[in-house]
């Protein structure tokens, strides 16, 4: 008798084991297919690159741009890019998570403080693409936009 109750203690361990193992496992199946370091977000607009927010240029007709979306808005508030331009989009916060759409585009990232969330992307078509903030942040998420001019 003592015995059963041993043995059911030892399953319901397993079954607990298993459960952590798979939480586990689906936690990191979770991670962001895209590469990202961390970066200090109290820091962020002391920290390079992101002190200096838009576009560098770091090869023909090739950038980086830094971008910090915060509550509520987004840093550089405007940016020009050149025609036909390859752009790393690499993006962060400061405060809570935002996101980081550019219309049109395939661009989608999630702004996450303490993270830097990579994307790269061509402009092929010249326009005005708006940049809006696809996940609920606060009081003045639906303010948050900004503009991105392609010529
Ligand atoms: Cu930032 Cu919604």
């Not at 961390?38 to 200096?52: A, G, R």
Request: net charge negative; glycine share 10%.
């Amino acid at each position: 008798r003592l015995e059963k109750i041993w043995l059911a203690i030892g399953i319901a361990m397993l079954f607990v084991f298993l459960g952590v193992i798979g939480v586990g496992a689906f936690a990191m199946g979770m991670q962001p297919p895209t590469g990202h370091h961390t970066i200090d977000p109290e820091k962020v607009s002391e920290t390079y690159p992101f002190n200096n927010p838009g576009l560098e240029q770091v090869g023909e007709n090739e950038y980086n741009a830094y971008m910090i979306a915060y509550a509520f808005g987004f840093n550089p508030a405007k940016m020009e890019v050149p025609l036909g331009a390859t752009v790393h989009f690499q993006v962060t916060s400061p405060d809570v998570v935002h996101g980081f759409q550019i219309t049109g585009t395939t661009v989608n990232l999630m702004a996450v403080p303490g993270e830097v969330n990579h994307y790269t992307y061509r402009f092929d078509k010249p326009g005005e693409y708006l940049v809006l903030c696809n996940e609920y942040c606060g009081a003045g998420h639906e303010f948050m936009a900004t503009t991105i001019i392609v010529k």
